[in-house]
């Protein structure tokens, strides 16, 4: 992941919405869950749910799929843990130079 991937993930999470959105997902695992119950549970009307699903998309961090005529939301795992990875990465390099 490099500088500019990161940013986009932070800056989508950094929304109230969007981060209930993701940590719902997660939650879920990797089934994720359907459009219509994420909304049910979150209580965001649709088109703002789908606004923030595409924001979500567009960082990486969720993808959608569809089975038959129900649409899930599935949180991106690899794409997560790349972005822990890039904030761990230079943890503690000070303290090693000490």
Do not use: W
């Amino acid at each position: 992941m490099n500088n500019e991937e990161a940013v986009k993930a932070l800056k989508e999470l950094g929304h109230d919405t969007r981060l209930k959105v993701f940590r719902r997902l997660v939650k879920a695992g990797f089934e994720g869950l359907p459009v219509g119950q994420l909304q049910e549970e979150l209580e965001v009307p649709g088109s703002t749910l789908s606004h923030h699903i595409s924001s979500l998309m567009a960082a990486g961090l969720v993808k959608q799929q569809r089975d038959g005529r129900t649409l899930y939301c599935i949180a991106q795992f690899d794409h997560l843990q790349a972005l822990i990875g890039f904030l761990q990465d230079e943890c503690c390099l000070d303290a090693d130079a000490q």
